[in-house]
């Protein structure tokens, strides 16, 4: 039976390694996918992920479970690093100038991998273009499989809100890959 994450904080907190090590598995490729979601650049996700858990490991002494779900604090984090990043980067999100990963492999139909990625960028230049409270709802939502309650956790914003800057997240999302097709 797989231990919760109350269960691995108790433990890390009492110097369990492992605990700290499996807390990491757990939630390492949900922080990642939210965060290249937000920066659009693998290797800046990569560094910024890196950070959320050195982050986690100095802070989580100070971590009391009852406060919050210990995912939505690692969601604020996270999202605490990448608005961060854009002060740094003047609100400007970098552009990939590395798209080398979406090569072909052997047996794969290299047709379905150009249709798969020009999908991707469509959708990613549709997110970009969201509110940045859009932009992190929809990602909370649907990359990191977060629950209305856990986006509101993290956000610190009622349900009923999450709900709202959701609606219009993705009319404006499916306002906006309608008006690609149309333009293509």
Do not use: C
């Not at 100070?62 to 604090?73: I, K, S």
């Not at 249709?115 to 990613?124: A, M, R, V, Y």
Request: net charge positive; proline share 4%.
């Amino acid at each position: 039976m797989a231990l919760s994450d109350a269960q691995l904080v108790n433990r890390a907190k009492k110097g369990n390694t492992d605990a700290v090590g499996d807390l990491f598995d757990r939630h390492h490729r949900s922080i990642f996918r939210f965060v290249w979601s937000q920066v659009q650049d693998e290797q800046l996700a990569e560094d910024l992920t890196s950070e959320v858990f050195i982050r986690m490991v100095n802070h989580l002494p100070a971590y009391r479970l009852t406060e919050v779900p210990f995912r939505a604090w690692l969601y604020r984090i996270a999202r605490n690093l990448i608005v961060d990043q854009h002060r740094l980067e003047n609100g400007r999100l970098p552009t990939p100038l590395d798209n080398a990963k979406h090569i072909a492999q052997p047996g794969q139909d290299p047709a379905a991998i150009a249709e798969n990625q020009l999908t991707l960028d469509q959708i990613g230049r549709a997110l970009a273009q969201l509110e940045p409270s859009q932009r992190d709802v929809i990602a909370l939502r649907f990359l990191a499989d977060m629950s209305l309650r856990e986006v509101a956790e993290t956000l610190e914003k009622s349900i009923a809100a999450i709900k709202s800057i959701q609606h219009r997240a993705l009319a404006t999302l499916r306002a906006r890959l309608k008006q690609d097709k149309v333009n293509a």
